[in-house]
């Protein structure tokens, strides 16, 4: 039986001191054909890892997948439900959805799996995680439907409410999560917050160094804590609404002046991480799967961080496997010496 949903403490993301991150990086890495099937039975010699288009040595190799016999499952799977970014009737579904596959497979899960709550006035995390979906699913039915306080109608304040409060409680899920081992997989069920400057050749210094502060240290907290993040729009398709607009933002920053408001939103952190973005299907079991099938192969990778030569210096990272058909999926980088 799970352990009840409790309160964790509010942190504002603009004063905790940057993530720096360990001289050993591990990398969670998705390796498929093209056909989508993952490949078996790679060994060291098959990696090239590029930092910053240096190759590294890899100091270790590890090939898992939750369909591996091992007395600790290597990943945990959490779902987050976003009662902030969601409409009542996008989070009626979304909950509903969450409780049918809880309730699957008598209630059955392959993995260790933990129910986050976020809502206008607190992050409700379950503490232990549990392979009892039942138990899950009856904690979600007992907690109660949030009432919106940051209203819809409240235009450019109210976003902005929303997006300081979501980036604030994705940075303490990240840094609760640190202190866990193995990898987890994040499916973020949300609307997501939108983009709030039209007008980004006005912005002031002062407000881009903010942009990249926080896009440098969730970047960093992300990957500290092995999170890969997928974001599940449970709307689906909407008339109007370029659901593909983050791609011109995924780009990696390397200079705040590079910075823009966009950067913050939840499907470019989802990217950064090696995560998926859905939105464009109401069908939310089917989504679950899709992501969860990361869990079923994947490869880490550990190295030793090359010295930095800058203070916020970006690192982009490059796998390539000896392999003409291989897709390889992970972080897109980290930065070294957070200021």
Known sequence: MPTPIQNL???PLQKRQPEQLKAHILLDVQIADKAGAPIQGLAPFDFTLLDNGVPQKLLGIQ???ISFASPHPPAELIILLDAVNCTFESMQLERQNVVNYLRRNGGRLNQPTTIVLLTDTELK???RPSMDGNALANAIEKSRNPVHTFHYAAGYAGELDREEWSLRNLSKLAIY????PGRKLVLWISHGWPPLDQSDNYLSDFYLKGIFRNVVQLNNELLAARITLDAIDPRGPVSGVNHFYYLDYVKPLVSYTQARSPDLMLEVFATHTGGRV???STDILSEI????SDLNSWYTLLYNAPPAIRQNQFHGI???VNRPDA?????SGYYSQPK
């Open 9 to 11: 403490p509010v942190r």
């Open 63 to 65: 090939h898992a997948g």
């Open 125 to 127: 995390i379950q503490p």
């Open 177 to 180: 999560e640190t202190a866990r």
């Open 278 to 280: 859905l939105d464009i």
């Open 289 to 292: 799967d899709m992501c969860l």
């Open 318 to 320: 490059t796998v390539r």
């Open 327 to 331: 897709h390889t999926r992970t972080v």
